[in-house]
């Protein structure tokens, strides 16, 4: 069988430059879940009737999500020789006014967030836009931008995640191409290993060395897959990483199936999430077009496919070994390691097989463009590199943030996140979700990486952060987070099931004011059992909430139960 | 299943050392570790396991501390596997203590288990601190703890799948689809027999088995055709019936196992007091 046709990258490359870069003015209106959610569909539609009614003058397209939740909508506007203007908070009666400012070749100040006159896309490619509009602030100078490092998100907001043009002319596949065409796959993944990548679900065991035991791992037969079962509440950065920039997963993807000899990838992509659905899907279908996926890529021996399992509603089912029972259309349920995923007869349909999280795939391209060595020098010694979070709950500006790790909570909270909402005084934040802990103001000054957010009794997981302020009982916080995991708890194990259980009838007890002293060390003993015995991640991890709230609000749980 | 997965790849396993709290063992290489320690008379109590089925580790009783490069880590016995010099301890404190608040957890999910209350109390724990699980109409009468066996060995011994897990978290229970009757179910009542709590009811009355924890499922009893009496039900004899050889197929069939042993008995006389062979165990050459 003949392959596919040779992927034209560079005629592919012109053309999306001439699409961000148009000889025209560009109106990109931020269409991520978050922006929709806003009005920005509104927006886009008005967009739609008055550019239209005006004949072709202005190109109207979409971007995903630049990550400063609380702005939205935005609307990117491209005047050629021009800098980028980002508007926010855009209405859609907003729309005709921005019209007529573009026809007149001007932009409206008054909703002006920042100016972009270049963009560094990282991979080596800098979008030059222009010089002009001094009045608006440069985007390093908006404080919710200054403290970031865009790696993972250096395309999200400014490219159409629906075109591949526009991926491909801001460097995207040239790594693909790199590592398919002039790396041995061993070398692939000994870059990964030199950059020090760990695990971005969660977890932080080291990709590269998870990419050669599955290498290494006997049979011909092998599996990578993604997991996009992103569902800790309040935490959304794997969403957006899929809905701004589709094509960074698949191109790290298809450089870690050929470094670990993977013909077939899934993407294991939860259905609340369909607008990541539908992007990914078409994202894959241009794809394959362009001859990135299929056979013989690049004109390499290589193929390589990548299909897409949607989830059915379960948290633990991004627990790797209930991942392969959903997607081997089994009951979600885990069950014990070994054998580990990678090892013969314990991964998908019993071949070894890779899981990485969508962040850690993000995080590839970028590393084989760039180095092992130049990723290993972001971030600290062992904990390299960026990390997204959604910064959420009472905090000023909400968001999502990239910064390298060992960046310290008081930068993501106060200098990122401008401290409480209305001005309110920050008293803790939760990080990793259902899983993590609750660490005290007197202890942001620590490093967020893997070892110190453990250290404090938390944990990194997939990144959410979740802030609390002065008005937040931490007694119903660690309430809200245990029956969050009681109803996700697949009912398997003891401890996780009927702890969980009798953990929220003492809390709900204690938040009655019906608790006693003695419930509280009860209560202690309880999530202390569920966190030593429980199978497996999902109950180990779910008495944190608990755990730390006592270490750290004991005296708010004083202040409920009966003396 | 291959042989080799079974043992009966006809080379013997290599004999590994374990110890048991101080004291040194044999076991099968890779042998359940819960298995050998059973043998040995270690007491661990354990709810979900059995040695037919595939490792589980769902009713974390038998968690064990195992000793390893000085490191010792908590892991349930039923899921460990025997490596040489391999060490274990099954009281230290720390297993006591979380031993102790599981059982209460059973204790509560499963108040009316007379079984799981003698069970605890072997092991000192007569109280809950937790509130008890009353459902008056619980078809498992308030005594099942979730170990899974009838579900696993419906499916994976029987091969018939009638009973599943519905539901998840606390809320999950043992049932058939929408907790009506299955005509999926033989009737073999493996289900019942594997139950660590007696939890399942079945009955035969009036030449059927009635499955009272399944949604009141009613299976015919086959009828003796020599003696009359109900003995089994009709779709288990057939399904095993079918794994026979046609001459003994045909003499069994239609009866009761009494009746069976009589009639075998009856035809290896008959056939000894001539002098030739038994036709059951070399078959006649057509």
Not at chain 1, 198 to 216: D, E, M, S
Not at chain 1, 502 to 520: P, Y
């Amino acid at each position: 069988m003949t392959g596919a046709a040779e992927a034209d990258l560079p005629a592919r490359e012109a053309a999306g430059l001439r699409k961000l870069k148009p000889d025209r003015p560009r109106i990109a209106v931020g269409l991520a879940t978050c922006g929709a959610a806003m009005g920005g569909d509104r927006v886009y539609r008005r967009f739609q009737e008055i550019i239209g009614a005006g004949g072709d003058d202005i190109m109207l397209t979409k971007t995903g999500c630049i990550g400063y939740c609380r702005e939205e909508p935005q609307v990117n506007i491209t005047i050629p020789g021009r800098p980028l203007v980002i508007l926010h908070r855009v209405d859609a009666d907003d729309v005709e006014e921005i019209v007529t400012a573009v026809r007149a070749g001007e932009v409206p100040y008054e909703m002006a967030l920042c100016r972009v006159p270049s963009w560094d896309h990282v991979t080596g490619t800098t979008v030059e836009y222009g010089g002009g509009f001094d009045r608006i602030p440069l985007y390093q100078d908006v404080r919710f931008f200054s403290h970031q490092k865009k790696v993972v998100l250096r395309n999200a907001g400014f490219i159409n995640p629906e075109d591949i043009d526009e991926y491909i002319a801001v460097g995207g596949y040239a790594a693909a191409k790199t590592a398919l065409t002039e790396m041995e796959p061993d070398a692939v993944v000994a870059e990964v290993e030199r950059s020090g990548l760990r695990g971005r679900g969660g977890a932080g065991f080291p990709t590269g060395l998870k990419w050669r035991i599955t290498r290494k791992a006997p049979g011909d037969e092998k599996y990578i897959i993604c997991n996009a079962d992103e569902g800790d509440p309040g935490a959304y950065m794997n969403r957006n990483e899929m809905e701004s920039d589709p094509h960074m997963l698949i191109e790290g993807m298809i450089i870690g199936a050929y470094a670990i000899g993977a013909r077939e990838g899934l993407i294991y992509l939860r259905a609340e999430y369909p607008l990541a659905i539908r992007r990914l899907e078409l994202a894959i279908a241009q794809a394959r077009t362009c001859g990135l996926l299929g056979e013989r890529i690049f004109g390499t021996g290589f193929d390589f496919e990548i299909r897409i399992v949607t989830g059915a509603g379960a948290f633990v089912c991004g627990e790797s070994t209930a991942l392969i029972a959903s997607i081997e259309g089994r009951t979600g349920r885990p069950h014990p390691r070994p054998p580990r995923l990678t090892d013969i007869g314990g991964g998908l349909w019993k071949k070894p097989t890779d899981l990485n999280n969508v962040e850690t795939w993000c995080n590839v391209p970028v590393i084989i463009q760039n180095g092992g060595d130049w990723y290993a020098r972001i971030g600290t010694e062992k904990n390299t590199g960026t990390k997204v979070f959604s910064l959420v709950g009472k905090v000023d500006r909400v968001g999502l943030v990239e910064v390298p790790l060992g960046t310290s909570l008081n930068t993501i909270v106060f200098d990122i996140g401008n401290g409480g909402s209305q001005g309110k005084k920050v008293k803790a934040v939760q990080t990793g979700g259902p899983s993590g802990g609750c660490i005290p103001v007197r202890l942001f000054d620590t490093p967020v990486d893997y070892e110190n957010l453990n250290r404090v009794g938390s944990i990194m997981g997939s990144g959410g952060i979740v802030v609390m302020d002065e008005e937040t009982n931490m007694v119903d916080i660690a309430r809200y987070f245990v029956n969050f995991a009681t109803g996700e708890s697949c009912g398997k194990c003891v401890p996780c099931r009927e702890g969980l259980k009798h953990t929220l009838l003492l809390l709900n007890k204690i938040m009655a004011g019906k608790g006693t002293e003695k419930d509280l060390d009860t209560l202690g003993l309880l999530a202390d059992t569920i966190q030593k015995t429980s199978l497996c991640g999902l109950g180990q991890l779910a008495p944190n909430p608990v755990l730390t709230t006592l270490a750290y609000f004991r005296e708010e749980y004083g202040a409920l139960v009966k003396k | 299943m291959t042989h080799e997965e079974i043992g009966l790849s006809g080379t013997p396993k290599k004999s590994v050392t374990i110890v048991i709290d101080g004291r040194k063992c044999r076991a099968d290489e890779g042998e359940i570790v819960l298995s050998a320690a059973l043998r040995e008379g270690a007491a661990i109590p354990h709810l979900c396991y059995e040695a037919s089925l595939d490792p589980y580790g769902a009713c974390r009783l038998c968690m064990v501390e195992v000793c390893h490069n000085g490191k010792t880590s908590m892991v349930t016995a039923c899921t460990l596997h025997a490596t040489e010099g391999l060490e274990i301890r099954t009281d230290t404190p720390e297993i006591v203590k979380y031993r102790n608040v599981l059982f209460e957890l059973y204790l509560a999910e499963a108040p009316k288990s007379d079984v799981i209350k003698e069970m605890a109390a072997r092991y000192g724990v007569t109280r809950t601190r937790f509130l008890k699980k009353i459902d008056t109409d619980d078809p498992l009468g308030g005594s099942c703890v979730l170990c899974g066996l009838c579900v696993r060995v419906c499916n994976e011994i029987m091969g018939a799948g009638a009973i599943g897990f519905v539901n998840r978290g606390p809320y999950t229970v043992v049932g058939t689809p929408f907790f009506e009757a299955n005509t999926d179910c033989i009737g073999c009542g493996a289900c019942a027999n594997v139950c660590p709590t007696h939890a399942i009811r079945i009955e035969d009355r009036d030449g059927e088995r009635v499955m009272h924890s399944w949604g009141g499922g009613r299976v015919r009893l086959a009828q003796c055709g020599v003696c009359g009496k109900y003995y089994a039900p009709g779709a288990l004899t057939a399904a095993t019936l079918a794994r026979l050889l046609p001459p003994l197929r045909d003499d069994l069939a239609g009866l009761c196992p009494a009746c069976r042993a009589k009639r075998i008995a009856d035809e290896e006389i008959r056939v000894n007091m001539r002098g030739g062979a038994d036709h059951h165990v070399r078959p006649r050459r057509s």
